[in-house]
């Protein structure tokens, strides 16, 4: 769970840090989104900084990982509450979704598969408002 006091971070992940949570909830940046804003900033960090960084604000539980199919690279976004994502096949645009499975729901799968659901992604596809507009 994510608890309020953040630990001490090294400057460099503490920049990474910033500029994801800068970016706001429903801004997913690509690790090269990341690197160009960090390298403004600090021309000195490099690229597996970047990469070093965001994989330890992951397991600290800082950041999310996004993997949505068809995106070229995973992006990042700050923490916070379960959503589901939409993903446009025309401009590639990641918007986020108010939505969750319920855990009723995947409460029922599991006990049908006799597995444990650790974790769960929901990607919408389709055409962004804009798109489907032109
Ligand atoms: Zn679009
Ligand atoms: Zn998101």
Do not use: W
């Given at each position: 769970?994510?608890?309020?006091?953040?630990?001490?971070?090294?400057?460099?992940?503490?920049l990474?840090?910033?500029?994801?949570?800068?970016?706001?909830?429903?801004?997913?940046?690509?690790?090269?989104?990341?690197?160009?804003?960090?390298?403004?900033?600090?021309?000195?960090?490099?690229?597996s900084?970047?990469?070093?960084?965001?994989?330890?604000l992951?397991?600290?539980?800082?950041v999310?990982?996004?993997y949505?199919?068809?995106?070229?690279?995973?992006t990042?976004?700050?923490?916070?509450?379960?959503?589901a994502?939409?993903?446009c096949s025309a401009?590639?645009?990641?918007?986020?979704?108010?939505?969750?499975?319920?855990?009723?729901?995947?409460?029922?799968?599991?006990?049908?598969?006799?597995?444990k659901?650790?974790?769960?992604?929901?990607t919408?596809?389709?055409?962004?408002?804009?798109?489907?507009?032109?």
């Open positions: 769970m994510a608890s309020s006091v953040k630990p001490k971070l090294p400057k460099n992940y503490q990474i840090y910033d500029i994801v949570q800068a970016s706001g909830v429903g801004r997913h940046l690509t690790p090269s989104d990341i690197f160009t804003k960090a390298h403004k900033r600090r021309p000195g960090i490099g690229f900084t970047v990469y070093r960084g965001l994989e330890r992951r397991e600290l539980g800082l999310s990982e996004l949505v199919p068809g995106a070229d690279a995973a990042y976004e700050p923490s916070g509450p379960r959503h994502h939409f993903r401009c590639g645009e990641i918007e986020d979704v108010a939505y969750a499975i319920p855990p009723r729901t995947l409460k029922t799968l599991a006990l049908q598969h006799g597995f659901i650790a974790s769960e992604r929901v919408f596809e389709g055409r962004c408002a804009a798109c489907a507009a032109s």
